[in-house]
């Protein structure tokens, strides 16, 4: 149960989060649209188009960045709360009357739950779902039309798929060409047409690319055994149809920016045939740091507590201080260690488990031991 003070602790945690976002959201907005208001007056016709371009633009990617900047603000905003209960001498009380300054975690701890957990909605249902709108350039009207990223089919011996352009709205790939690789067909070929559309399973056929308007012949005398199952001629003589795991949203941006997949998409990738080894060691990595994200934003507000509020120290602002070059410090442990564990060249340095839960251990541990400095 939370007492008077705890629920004044909890919402100066979070009345302090609140304003760190919208200070830091609003100077990265400052600093972007000066760098780049060119780019929205040339696709702006008047005065209103270009507020509504301007408005829209950073009304959609204030998710991504709550995305990328609520756990760092997280601990910055503890460090705020503990540094003013000490400038306020508002813990002095509360130790003098022998509760332990530990106590202070139950509100703050609280608080950092609460973050995360909107950390976790906005991960998984506010992004996935604006998709197109974060991958719009500034000024752009909508990402309709992305470039192909060529991608490789696992479940169909390594087949080379390619295209020209993606228009997202119609799910279509335009001007696809997939190689079709010796295991499925007697000579080695593409197929090329005007445009091919994916097709999600269900109960009647499997997922593939409905391929239309091939520009070259396709007969069954051209496919192996195993071609056969895989590539089926329609009856028009002008389409195919490509059994393929390889779905739509693989072929473009969305496909390589994990932040915009929820974890069920992640999870699904990362069982499907198709994904080659590296993309699957990388969403691997991605949906690990999911979890142990909200893990080591709460063990930054425990350590905050004793760094800050410090049994013997010179001042206050050297404390706040060493507080943040610490947690900043193991913040950018915890990137290293991303960063080498989803390093694929020569393979992984490091595995990619231990990549991602080497900095819950490092900084649990050394939550462990700061926990010494603390006032009682």
Not at 12 to 39: E, K, Q
Not at 129 to 150: H, I, M, Y
Request: aromatic share 10%; with cysteine; charged share 15%.
């Amino acid at each position: 149960m939370m007492n008077t003070f705890d629920r004044y602790l909890l919402k100066r945690f979070l009345h302090t989060f609140t304003v760190f976002f919208v200070a830091t959201y609003g100077l990265y907005i400052v600093v972007d649209l000066f760098s780049n208001m060119r780019d929205f007056q040339n696709a702006a016709e008047d005065g209103t188009a270009l507020a509504h371009s301007i408005f829209s633009y950073y009304g959609y990617h204030a998710s991504e960045f709550f995305d990328l900047a609520g756990p760092l603000l997280v601990g910055v905003s503890a460090i705020t709360v503990f540094g003013l209960l000490e400038k306020h001498s508002e813990s002095h009380p509360i130790l003098a009357a022998g509760i332990p300054a530990f106590r202070l975690l139950r509100p703050m701890l609280i608080g950092g739950a609460l973050v995360n957990l909107t950390l976790i909605l906005n991960q998984e249902l506010v992004m996935p779902r604006l998709t197109v709108e974060l991958q719009t350039r500034r000024g752009g009207d909508s990402a309709k039309k992305r470039t192909v990223e060529p991608v490789y089919d696992y479940s169909n011996y390594e087949m080379h798929i390619d295209g020209s352009e993606v228009i997202i709205e119609e799910r279509k790939l335009v001007s696809p060409s997939f190689y079709l690789p010796k295991e499925l067909a007697v000579e080695s070929f593409s197929l090329e047409a005007e445009s091919a559309i994916y097709m999600p399973a269900t109960a009647e056929r499997q997922a593939g690319w409905l391929v239309q308007n091939l520009t070259g012949l396709c007969d069954a005398d051209m496919l192996t055994e195993e071609g056969r199952t895989r590539i089926v001629p329609r009856p028009n003589g002008k389409d195919v149809f490509i059994v393929s795991s390889v779905s739509f949203d693989q072929l473009y941006n969305r496909g390589r920016n994990l932040r915009l997949l929820s974890s069920a998409e992640l999870v699904k990738r990362i069982r499907n045939p198709s994904t080659g080894p590296v993309p699957v060691k990388a969403q691997t990595l991605a949906l690990h740091a999911r979890i142990t994200r909200p893990i080591i934003s709460l063990l930054a507000i425990a350590m905050a507590l004793p760094l800050v509020m410090r049994r013997e120290s010179q001042s206050l602002i050297m404390n706040m201080t060493i507080c943040a070059l610490v947690l900043g410090g193991f913040f950018i442990f915890g990137q290293v260690s991303l960063v080498l564990g989803g390093s694929v060249v020569g393979g992984t340095l490091i595995p990619l488990d231990l990549a991602a839960w080497c900095p819950v251990i490092v900084t649990g541990g050394a939550t462990v031991w700061t926990s010494g400095y603390v006032q009682t």
